[in-house]
């Protein structure tokens, strides 16, 4: 038989003791045989060197052809088995990847929350930092710092809930956190705003809920004025409700802050023609404001003679009540999935 011809025979008889391996022991000791540092066809490549010259090269070509066909016949064989027993796997488990999949029930933001997280974004953007103050107040920070002392009648309009400590209450707003800031960041100029939940004993309805959020704002540093506080709202509602939104001042009266002022937005349903959501005024109120009270500023550790400062106080609810239609806040804490669904 000649050299080639016990070549092909060579390969013929490593490619069907191949197609016996059924599994990769058989495979690993085929390939010991074969392709092993001692096996056939390394061995038929040694030959080489013992052939007359001038047979070497026709001879050398022929058994590096064989050496790689061989060798991919084995990679083959190797990924054929390796399917073969995934297949085998996922049938003995009762598993068909053939099925359509089941989209699992994902979870997103609560509306209030999704809401906070845009206006504290919009703020982000002019540079304030969000500061998270307690929820559980006293007496002295919740009112007295702020310029409510004993007795004033206001105090009226936020119904408290106390605890069985004397002095001791849930904030009825964001605005104690104003003195926490101050005498926390004195003599630095403050730019934040105060995200959080607020409680007042209140009879529960459409418009009110005994638990809600404020973003609180406060800005405190030298020659801030009035003028500041306009830009800075303008600025905010133009990214909250669209480019163009009119805002409007209204005169009003915190103890805290002095002057005082309402803000109302063009109604954004009916551009101000007047709707039953703007209850025909063609205004939305959207939030209190005004310049620090120089009592507020003294008690937070800044001199009015030489600081000055403005906040505003929003009701995240409200604006997304406005935002999206909503016209009962009772949905918000409700806990009703078909009302968060819509989301
Ligand atoms: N704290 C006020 C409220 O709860 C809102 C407010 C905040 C007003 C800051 C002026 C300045 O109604």
């Excluded at 030298?222 to 669209?242: E, P, S, W």
Aim: aromatic share 10%; net charge negative; proline share 5%.
């Amino acid at each position: 038989m000649s050299q080639h011809q016990e070549l092909i025979q060579l390969q013929a008889q490593a490619e069907n003791e191949l197609a016996d391996a059924r599994d990769e022991k058989q495979l690993e000791a085929w390939r010991i045989k074969w392709l092993g540092r001692k096996g056939l066809v390394p061995a038929a490549v040694k030959q080489i060197g013992s052939l007359p010259k001038e047979e070497r090269a026709a001879y050398g070509q022929a058994v590096n052809q064989l050496k790689q066909a061989v060798q991919a016949a084995f990679e083959a064989r190797q990924q054929q088995l390796k399917e073969a027993a995934m297949a085998a796997e996922l049938r003995s488990e009762g598993f068909d990847p053939t099925l359509p999949g089941r989209r699992p029930q994902i979870g997103r933001l609560h509306p209030s929350s999704a809401t906070l997280r845009e206006i504290a974004h919009i703020f982000a953007h002019m540079g304030f930092e969000v500061y998270t103050a307690r929820d559980v107040e006293t007496d002295e920070y919740n009112f007295q710092l702020l310029n409510f002392p004993k007795g004033h009648p206001a105090r009226e309009m936020q119904d408290t809930f106390h605890t069985t400590t004397p002095d001791v209450l849930l904030r009825t707003h964001t605005s104690p956190g104003q003195i926490r800031v101050m005498r926390e960041r004195y003599p630095e100029p403050i730019r934040v705003i105060l995200p959080g939940k607020c409680y007042r004993y209140e009879q529960v309805t459409a418009r009110s809920e005994m638990m809600f959020h404020q973003v609180e704002g406060l800005v405190v540093g030298k020659n801030i004025t009035f003028a500041d506080l306009k830009g800075t709202l303008q600025a905010f509602v133009d990214q909250l409700f669209g480019e163009g939104r009119q805002l409007r001042f209204r005169a009003s009266h915190f103890p805290f802050t002095e002057p005082s002022a309402e803000v109302d937005v063009d109604c954004i349903l009916c551009g101000g023609k007047g709707c039953r959501v703007c209850k025909y005024t063609g205004w939305l109120e959207i939030l209190g404001c005004g310049m620090v009270h120089p009592n507020v500023l003294r008690n937070g550790g800044y001199d009015p003679e030489e600081w000055s400062g403005y906040a505003f106080g929003m009701g995240p609810e409200r604006i997304a009540m406005l935002l999206h239609g909503v016209d009962d806040i009772r949905y918000f804490f409700s806990n009703d999935v078909r009302f968060l669904e819509q989301f």
